[in-house]
């Protein structure tokens, strides 16, 4: 599987109905992608749950590599291009995924981002994240790692925005769940 998004800041006085607009009418377009495991269309409002600037950050989890190049060379993508410009991909790995079809009735993403420290040995790293990763009781999860950068990110599911509200990190409305077929 592989882990991709890109994070397009938007101005601080941008009406944030076009992109809800623009996901209403469009997001309908990549359900059943192929190798799509799932699309999630999330933006942050400035003022919003503690967020500082408005964005739109599709998040996508897909099976294989074969749906992200249809998707990134086929055309799809310059939708983005053509609307918000040369956008930079993060491209990343997933570690430990708990996510289930229940996503698709959750309304918020919580990300927390950490670095993975410079080791002797990446042995057993991936239950290091697993002990000293934030408990949100009863959330779904993914860990996407990046060795590019070594860094990881957990995507939080949740539909109770007080179990995050003392810890550090981004809540991201979800306006769409794509799944492919």
Known sequence: MIGMQYKIILPSDYDMDIIKNRVKN????TDG??????????????GTNNNFSN???PLYLWKDSKGMN??????????????FGWQHVNIGIPLTDTTSDNIKEIKYLFEVEREIEVRESLKGLSDIIKENMPKINGAEYIVIYSPEKWRYNIFYFIDDLSKVEAIDGVVYSILHVSQGK
């Not at 469009?26 to 377009?29: A, F, I, S, V």
């Open 33 to 46: 992608f192929e190798s799509l495991k799932f699309k999630l269309y999330l933006i942050t409002e400035k």
């Open 70 to 83: 249809k998707f990134l060379f086929d055309g799809f993508y310059d939708n983005i291009i053509s609307s």
């Open 26 to 29: 469009n997001g309908h377009k």
């Open 55 to 57: 964005s739109y950050c």
